[in-house]
């Protein structure tokens, strides 16, 4: 499956911005998704994940209360609703996806968990 993560850019702290990842396999809705983010000179960190069913969905403590991820299976696609963005939070973020034959609840925080990743989007924020 090829994974196309968009909707990047610089913005100023306390903006808010909203990726998306668009899956060109119809059989998207089977996939627990997740939402990385590396910024320079750190390793990849866990952001957000979500069951393939839409619930439940977990944040990474950083960034809970401000980011929230959501899927529309119909379109294919999953999103990353940020809020109240932080300087802190620049980063080049990256879609994730885990392969079929997993429950419906499942999700996963761990980037090696995931089968198929995206090519990632840039996101700055700064004044």
């Known amino acids: 499956v090829q994974l196309q993560a968009s909707g990047g850019g610089l913005v100023q702290p306390g903006d808010s911005l909203t990726l998306s990842c668009a899956a060109s396999?119809?059989?998207?809705?089977?996939?627990?998704m997740g939402w990385f983010r590396q910024a320079p000179g750190k390793e990849r960190e866990f952001v957000a994940a979500?069951?393939?069913?839409?619930?439940?969905?977990y944040h990474a403590n950083s960034v809970r209360g401000r980011f929230t991820i959501s899927r529309d299976n119909a379109e294919n696609t999953i999103y990353l609703q940020m809020n109240n963005l932080k300087p802190e939070d620049t980063a080049v973020y990256y879609c994730?996806?885990?392969?079929?034959?997993?429950?419906?609840?499942?999700?996963?925080?761990?980037?090696?968990?995931?089968?198929?990743w995206g090519q990632g989007t840039q996101v700055t924020v700064s004044s």
């Open positions: 994730a996806a885990k392969g079929q034959g997993v429950g419906g609840s499942a999700y996963f925080t761990e980037a090696a968990q995931y089968d198929y």
């Open positions: 979500i069951s393939y069913r839409g619930s439940p969905r």
């Open positions: 396999d119809g059989t998207f809705s089977r996939y627990p």
